[in-house]
């Protein structure tokens, strides 16, 4: 991972660690945000602005492709740089998680 988008994704926002996370499975922006929603018991809803900006920079920074279009919208899905910045921000969340239990992050 080079240090650009080290330094613009780690940490990462929470809107873009949930968008990122969706599109392990070839996603819409309107999926992604539905599922959220689901996910976070409507604690977080993604508006459409912030959606598609982020999808628009993560696409255009190597995340994200697009994958397929089904019913006039465009499927997105992570790529392999995409999954490391995952990665990444999963062991960040499980080191603060652990530390804040008074515990050790061995990761």
């Not at 977080?44 to 982020?54: E, P, Q």
């Not at 997105?76 to 910045?85: A, N, S």
Request: aromatic share 10%; charged share 30%; net charge negative.
């Amino acid at each position: 991972m080079d240090n650009r988008i080290e330094r613009v994704y780690v940490p990462m926002t929470e809107t873009g660690f949930y968008i990122l996370y969706c599109l392990q499975t070839p996603q819409h922006g309107y999926g992604i945000a539905r599922q959220v929603e689901w996910m976070t018991n409507g604690e977080l809803a993604i508006g459409a602005g912030t959606m598609y900006g982020t999808l628009s920079k993560m696409e255009k920074d190597g995340l994200i492709v697009f994958d397929h279009e089904e019913e006039k919208r465009r499927l997105y899905r992570i790529t392999e740089l995409g999954e490391e910045v995952l990665d990444r921000e999963i062991r960040r969340i499980e080191r603060l998680y652990l530390n804040s239990r008074g515990e050790k992050y061995d990761g």
